[in-house]
């Protein structure tokens, strides 16, 4: 009877396909940022099934999908604390084989899509991962119906309606916060462009490499692709970038030599943290 049982039990190729239907979940998650954040410890308790470097695989189905969460990450630890409390316990509910990566960038201005990049290529060294999520560290998804997925060809919007905005996306172009790409759709834009320091123009950069391979960026309605964003100051080593609009100009000039093909940085240190794969980087700005 035992052995009979076990069998059923670990027989893989019967189990259903995941994520199921998100319908049967119930809808809007009530994020409290009045609340101080759960500490570490306590949310580690509470996702005993993730697994070392926040590697989590649903037991009782089989993932069509691997995803990979990539955080653009520099002294944010608060904002950490929150995203780790809600994010990890939503994409379990998703029934997601995913593992949450933590970028985090030490010295010159911060650049977010570098990080991305950075991100990407290194992933590539634990799984083959089919899908990658870029999601700023301060966006605390609101709804279970919005799937942590990737269309096959178009990169996704997913943090279309966020609270600071009045949940309204707020122009057409738009494409920060949250987003995604099949695996092939991110090789084929090159990445994102490596030359965006300090803030901003890096994901209109990455609209403009979209819109000239002919792709169309995916949106749900902002009834179920809602966010909230943890209230913060700018960051030092964070201004604006003064020549993001010159940049911009040039994007499609050199969306095929900026991007993963021209990539370089030094990696400090990787840790398997129990929540999270933490990559301490280092991202050679010029001069
Ligand atoms: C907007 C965009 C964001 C990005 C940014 C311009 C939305 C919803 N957000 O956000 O995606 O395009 O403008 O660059 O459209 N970070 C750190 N430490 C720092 C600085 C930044 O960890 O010192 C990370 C963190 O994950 C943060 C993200 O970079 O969420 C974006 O930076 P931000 O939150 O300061 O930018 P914000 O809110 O203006
Ligand atoms: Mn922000």
Redesign the pocket.
Known sequence: FEKGYLKLLFDLSKLRNCPGDLTHLSGPISVRLNRNPHLLRKTERENHFVRKGGYYKPPWCKPLIKVAIV??????AT?LLYFLQYMHPALQRQELEYRIYII??VGDK?N??K?FNVGYMETLVDLNYDCYIF?????ILEHNHLLYGCSPENPRHL?VA?D??DYQL?YPE??????SFSSNTFKKLNGYSNS?W???????DMYNRINKTGLKIERESTSIAR?R??P?D?????EP?PRRHKLLNSSIERMHEDGLSNLQYIIISRIEKKLYTNVTVNLMAPN
């Open positions: 955080i653009p990450y520099r002294n944010r904002h985090n960038q911060f977010r899509a990080l999601h700023d560290v301060d966006l943090s966020i600071k905005h707020l738009l494409f920060g916060g949250v987003t965006y300090g803030w901003g123009g890096e994901d209109d966010y964003m943890i913060h700018s960051d030092p080593w964070n970038n």
